[in-house]
């Protein structure tokens, strides 16, 4: 039987009454899982995680081990391909050249160029 360990509550309240949305993201998955196994799933030590979620992360930048937890745990709902894809797969995507030789591949990336997921859109379409 592979039961998760549970040893303490997740508190996030250093990083005041709004925390940024990956410390949102890492601490959920904490409260699924725990600190060793969402350490695990981005790539960090459990320490780290830790840290994080007490906003005392020891480096002057935490955008490490934000790209990091943003990587594995944040995902959209991607309107063209009606899933959730990774932000990454999501930029991929969207900067990729425009796939001329396939009337598919090219209606989805249309679709990707006006989408509210894409901070490069126009501005003035689909808002």
Same mark, same amino acid.
């Given at each position: 039987?592979?039961? =998760?360990?549970?040893?303490?509550?997740?508190?996030?309240?250093?990083? *005041?009454?709004?925390?940024?949305?990956?410390?949102?993201?890492?601490?959920?998955?904490?409260?699924?899982?725990?600190?060793?196994?969402?350490?695990?799933? =981005? *790539?960090?030590?459990?320490?780290?995680?830790?840290?994080?979620?007490?906003?005392? +992360?020891?480096?002057?930048?935490?955008?490490?081990?934000?790209?990091?937890?943003?990587?594995?745990?944040? *995902?959209?709902?991607?309107?063209?391909?009606?899933?959730?894809?990774?932000?990454?797969?999501?930029?991929? +995507?969207?900067?990729?050249?425009?796939?001329?030789?396939?009337?598919?591949?090219?209606?989805?990336?249309?679709?990707?160029?006006?989408?509210?997921?894409?901070? /490069?859109?126009?501005?003035?379409? /689909?808002?």
């Amino acid at each position: 039987m592979n039961a =998760i360990r549970r040893t303490r509550a997740v508190d996030i309240s250093n990083w *005041g009454e709004a925390p940024p949305r990956w410390i949102v993201l890492l601490a959920n998955e904490v409260r699924a899982t725990n600190r060793k196994m969402a350490g695990d799933r =981005i *790539g960090v030590s459990r320490s780290a995680v830790s840290l994080a979620l007490a906003n005392r +992360y020891p480096s002057p930048s935490t955008s490490s081990i934000e790209k990091k937890v943003l990587a594995a745990l944040d *995902g959209l709902n991607c309107p063209a391909q009606q899933r959730t894809i990774s932000v990454e797969q999501c930029r991929e +995507y969207r900067s990729r050249p425009a796939p001329t030789h396939n009337p598919m591949a090219m209606r989805l990336w249309r679709s990707c160029q006006t989408c509210p997921n894409n901070p /490069d859109r126009q501005q003035g379409e /689909d808002q």
